[in-house]
């Protein structure tokens, strides 16, 4: 079984501001470790995914996380954040087992990033 | 990637009923599965959706109140049923494997029970 732990429920950052979301996870077996972003009142868009390789993974908007297996963290961060990036960011794992994507997602409780003009 | 669709997109429901919702995935996806996110919380798996057999379902959930199909790849429903103000939540159903590495989130469903 896995979980995972956002450590910080919400965090309020100055636009332009640098921002960390905290992601560390507990699993038996390899993982898969994805972030996601949800809008107000929309549902989940994937915003990065490491899977295996680099350990640094960018993805859409600026974000980036890294993979660190020894510390089981995924942190994701944005060097300057905007207006536009409010919303609720959820850290997940799956097992990584062949045919990433086949196999549920455990999902953390969600950080929301609050961007101050 | 898959883009995930959903029907109804939210549903204002008297206790005691029940309510279908629709998933449709644009690609064969090999996996289909349906999370509840209740009010202020973190998504919570129901069941995977299985083709053409029963669904597979975690702990704390059961058929009886929340029936799934599966009939195609592409295709899944889930029922709430003798709803209760309980299950207001946002219901998403989600896909993944095979032609994706990865799990596509449909809009989701915003369900309130009176």
């Known amino acids: 079984a896995q979980s995972v732990t956002q450590l910080d429920s919400q965090v309020p950052v100055f636009e332009e501001a640098p921002v960390e979301l905290r992601c560390n996870y507990s699993s038996s077996v390899s993982v898969y470790l994805f972030w996601y972003v949800q809008y107000p009142n929309q549902g989940l868009q994937l915003l990065l995914k490491y899977l295996s390789g680099s350990t640094l993974v960018k993805g859409i908007n600026g974000f980036e996380a890294e993979f660190n297996k020894s510390q089981t963290s995924f942190h994701l961060r944005k060097p300057s954040v905007h207006i536009s990036d409010t919303a609720e960011y959820f850290c997940?794992?799956?097992?990584?087992?062949?045919?990433?994507?086949?196999?549920?997602?455990?999902f953390g409780k969600g950080t929301k990033l609050s961007v101050i003009p | 990637s898959a883009v995930i669709s959903q029907k109804p997109s939210r549903d204002i429901c008297q206790r005691g009923t029940s309510l279908t919702i629709q998933c449709q995935v644009d690609?064969?996806?090999?996996?289909m599965f349906w999370y509840r996110q209740q009010p202020g919380q973190s998504l919570t798996l129901i069941a995977t959706?299985?083709?053409?057999?029963?669904?597979?379902?975690e702990s704390g959930f059961v058929i009886d109140k929340f029936p799934i199909s599966r009939p195609n790849l592409t295709f899944s429903t889930l029922t709430v049923s003798n709803m209760s103000p309980e299950d207001s939540s946002i219901y998403l159903c989600?896909?993944?494997?095979?032609?994706?590495?990865?799990?596509?989130f449909g809009p989701g469903t915003r369900l309130t029970v009176l």
């Open positions: 989600s896909g993944g494997g095979g032609d994706t590495d990865t799990q596509y």
């Open positions: 959706a299985n083709q053409g057999s029963e669904a597979t379902y």
């Open positions: 690609s064969q996806v090999t996996m």
């Open positions: 997940a794992v799956s097992p990584a087992y062949s045919g990433a994507g086949s196999y549920q997602l455990t």
